[in-house]
Each structure stands twice: as C-alpha cells, then as structure tokens.
C-alpha cells in the first residue's frame, strides 16, 4: 500500500461512488503532517481544525474518519476503552503496535516483525487480504505502580510523562 495523496484518495473515493469532498482533504491534510507517533480522536481533530478556522461538524469528522477507516487510509485505534483514536495508515512495513497505560493513557509505540509475520501467515492460509495488523498491549506505567496503583493511587492523579507528551 502506497501513502495516500489527495489524487489517490481522490480516484479511491470516485471509485466506490464517494467524492473527494473539501473536508475529507483537509482530514487527509492533517493527519499527513502529524509528528510521528501522534494520533487524534475524531473530537481532538475537531478541536484542533476548529483552532485552525475550518468549521467541519465534529459529526462530519465522525464518519469521514470512520469511512477512511474502512479504505484502509487511516488506522482506527483503541488505545484506551471508549477512546478511538486515529492516524494515518502507514504502508507495510511501517506497521507498528502500542503500550497503553489503563490509568493514564500514556502510549508507547514499537515495532516488531514477528507480529506482523505471524498475522500475515494467518492470512494467507485463510485466504483473506490484509488490511491492519496491530496489537495493543494494556498496561501500568511504572509512575502509576511506584504511585502505589491500584488501591494507593490517589483519585487525582496524573502521569507526569502522560501530561507531558499530551495524553
């Protein structure tokens, strides 16, 4: 899979009988410039294009995201529960995976061939045709522990590094 451009999402999207419209560019746009390793929930991207002047209706940014989703041009993630996230849909073999902390959010990414390799194999022998292949692994991040989780930490806690990297 190559990195979409709004040409190829353009010709994607009159394919399936969809239009390029300009709201569906300026969610490409956006997560095409996101800093590697950051992801958006649809109300975060909502938020920060609203900061920007564009007035795209969080319901819009809902099913555009979603329908980017199931092109395979975005990667929906959960990272924590209820909390969708997305980010742009990098080609193999740029797949990575996520740590998440239950308590506070904080995300790690990583990489790791053999997750890939196994879920590749899997296909194949069913017969079906990759899309996504990624794993998050819930987790505890060690301030939490060292906070004394879960009877200990105190109910107004924050991670100092989830605050700092913006989770």
Not at 60 to 76: A, F, N
Not at 88 to 98: D, I, R, V
Not at 145 to 158: E, K, V
Request: glycine content about 6%.
């Amino acid at each position: 899979m190559a990195p979409y451009t709004a040409a190829s999402l353009k010709s994607e999207l009159n394919s399936r009988g969809w239009r390029l419209t300009p709201q569906r560019e300026t969610i490409l746009h956006v997560f095409q410039n996101l800093p590697k390793g950051d992801h958006l929930s649809a109300e975060e991207l909502h938020d920060l294009l609203h900061q920007r002047g564009e007035l795209i209706s969080l319901s819009t940014i809902y099913r555009s995201v979603k329908l980017m989703s199931r092109m395979g041009i975005l990667r929906e993630l959960e990272l924590a529960e209820g909390h969708k996230h997305y980010e742009l849909n990098q080609p193999f073999p740029h797949h990575h995976h996520h740590l998440v902390c239950i308590q506070c959010n904080w995300t790690i990414e990583f990489e790791n061939d053999s997750i890939l390799k196994q879920g590749m194999k899997q296909v194949e022998k069913d017969g079906f045709q990759l899309i996504d292949c990624q794993l998050t692994i819930h987790t505890i991040c060690p301030e939490a522990l060292r906070m004394g989780w879960p009877s200990a930490l105190p109910s107004n806690w924050s991670c100092s590094r989830a605050i700092a990297h913006g989770h």
